[in-house]
């Protein structure tokens, strides 16, 4: 079956830098974009970022532009995502999503398979 599990999550201070990994079985990852999406306490899920199924192009959400990077090796089924000059608006749940490449392509993010999250912590 289908499994995705997130890890790398943790606190960070404003201006500091995670890296989170998403651990992709049962179905084939080369296939299939994939999107990183996050959950704000209160609030509901937002895409972050999403990348072809080949790693040739790359999408962001103006609030994460610049500062995130995504990216996979499809030989390690592994989906990364760099977060850099993080915020504390940045907090959240972050989840990786199969299937949806942006907030309008893919797979509508309410529908896409995802795994059960890692917790981002920015606060000094």
């Known amino acids: 079956q289908v499994q995705l599990v997130e890890s790398g999550g943790g606190l960070a201070q404003p201006g500091g830098s995670l890296r989170l990994s998403c651990a992709a079985s049962?179905?084939?990852?080369?296939?299939?974009?994939m999107s990183w999406a996050r959950q704000a306490p209160g609030k509901g899920l937002e895409w972050v970022s999403g990348?072809?199924?080949?790693?040739?192009?790359?999408f962001y959400a103006d609030s994460v532009k610049d500062r995130f990077t995504i990216s996979r090796d499809n030989a390690k089924n592994t989906l990364y995502l760099q977060m850099n000059s993080l915020k504390p608006e940045d907090t959240a749940i972050y989840y990786c999503?199969?299937?949806?490449?942006?907030?309008?392509?893919?797979?509508?993010?309410?529908?896409?398979?995802r795994g059960q999250g890692t917790q981002v912590t920015v606060s000094s």
């Open positions: 999503a199969r299937g949806t490449l942006s907030s309008v392509y893919g797979v509508p993010l309410g529908q896409a398979a």
């Open positions: 990348i072809y199924s080949d790693g040739s192009g790359t």
């Open positions: 049962g179905f084939d990852f080369s296939v299939w974009a």
